[in-house]
T-cell receptor, first 110, second 111 residues
Framework: EADIYQTPRYLVIGTGKKITLECSQT?????MYWYQQDPGMELHLIHY???????EKGDLSSESTVSRIRTEHFPLTLESARPSHTSQYLC?????????FGSGTQLSVL | GENVEQHPSTLSVQEGDSAVIKCTYS??????FPWYKQELGKGPQLIID?????GEKKDQRIAVTLNKTAKHFSLHITETQPEDSAVYFC??????????FGTGTRLQVFP
């Protein structure tokens, strides 16, 4: 059983609001990732981190930002949500035991 | 850039038949290759993985093979069942840090 958690599971919010998607893991993994997935399958890497105080942008450009102040916590923030941000956001972590995903946050911006 | 290609994009099989999904990668330094199953409305679930020092790994009806020379790896599901129907993703670690995914395969198992 993977110990990686995402909250909220679903979020419906109005345009212009600031939002933070939470991701926590208790496996002590150094590497953590955020992916964006629209219906129709592809997983696009938007941010990753290989340890505390390290963050890198992924292959898909995103207006979101991330921080990694603690090993177990990798939150994603959107300063001003727009309808184009509507998507599923998936967090993952990777270590010696493998790479695991959280359940995802389905974000809808009205 | 580094990428992972996955084929086929859709696969339909009769219950009891085998299913094979293939992936190729471009980063010769990649050393970890997981496979995920994603059901509707859920996050991807790790079903099996293989590291570069191993050529094959099996877990009940699921097996993964790795050919490092050709830079490809495959997922084999034997005796398929309707509950195997899902989207399957391969992935590889590239540039030592990034976990990059294939484009997914939608598997349908018909009773």
């Amino acid at each position: 059983e993977a110990d990686i958690y995402q909250t909220p599971r679903y979020l419906v919010i109005g345009t212009g609001k600031k939002i933070t998607l939470e991701c926590s893991q208790t496996m002590g993994h150094d590497k953590m990732y955020w992916y964006q997935q629209d219906p129709g399958m592809e997983l696009h890497l938007i941010h990753y981190s290989y340890g505390v105080n390290s963050t890198e942008k992924g292959d898909l450009s995103s207006e979101s930002t991330v921080s990694r102040i603690r090993t177990e916590h990798f939150p994603l923030t959107l300063e001003s949500a727009r309808p184009s941000h509507t998507s599923q956001y998936l967090c993952a972590s990777s270590g010696g035991q493998g790479s695991f995903f959280g359940s995802g946050t389905q974000l809808s911006v009205l | 850039g580094e990428n992972v290609e996955q084929h086929p994009s859709t696969l339909s099989v009769q219950e009891g038949d085998s299913a094979v999904i293939k992936c190729t990668y471009s980063d010769s330094a990649s050393n970890y290759f997981p496979w995920y199953k994603q059901e509707l409305g859920k996050g991807p679930q790790l079903i099996i993985d293989i590291r570069s020092n191993v050529g094959e790994k099996k877990d009940q009806r699921i097996a993964v093979t790795l050919n490092k020379t050709a830079k490809h790896f495959s997922l084999h599901i034997t005796e398929t069942q309707p509950e195997d129907s899902a989207v399957y993703f391969c992935a590889a670690i590239v540039n030592t840090d990034k976990l990059i995914f294939g484009t997914g395969t939608r598997l349908q198992v018909f009773p």
